[in-house]
């Protein structure tokens, strides 16, 4: 699993538990997952279409760090699927597990639309391409 971006638990995101809000992790979720795939799928129209079942394992507290990370399942003609796990910085106890969230990229017209891709790409060797 990658890991790809580090959030800082703050006092607007506890329940009344204080503990992490829920919607708020998964708030974090959809968005480091629609990030990922535009760059993927080089498309900023890109929306999530379908999130499996989610399993809260353990809280985060206020001052925790949570990292978000993502691995492809695969690439569809359309989408991209993908898993994603939060955990604790600094203890490594798991969050959240998500085992299939799929991503679709869309036309101008607003449907889906194929994408071509069929593997994950870096970035920087996309820049190394155009040299």
Not at 56 to 71: K, L, M, P, R, W
Not at 105 to 118: A, E, N, R, V, Y
């Amino acid at each position: 699993m990658r890991f790809h971006t580090r959030k800082w638990v703050k006092p607007q995101d506890l329940n009344p538990n204080g503990t992490l809000f829920g919607g708020r992790v998964l708030e974090w979720i959809d968005e480091e997952c629609a990030l990922y795939s535009i760059i993927q799928l080089e498309n900023p129209r890109t929306v999530t279409k379908y999130i499996s079942e989610i399993n809260f394992q353990n809280s985060a507290h206020q001052g925790d760090i949570v990292e978000i990370g993502i691995d492809v399942l695969k690439f569809g003609s359309t989408s991209l699927s993908l898993r994603c796990e939060v955990r604790n910085k600094m203890t490594r106890a798991v969050i959240i597990t998500i085992e299939k969230i799929i991503m679709v990229t869309l036309g101008k017209d607003g449907k889906p639309m194929k994408h071509g891709k069929t593997k994950i790409e870096f970035v920087k060797d996309r820049l190394n391409q155009n040299d």
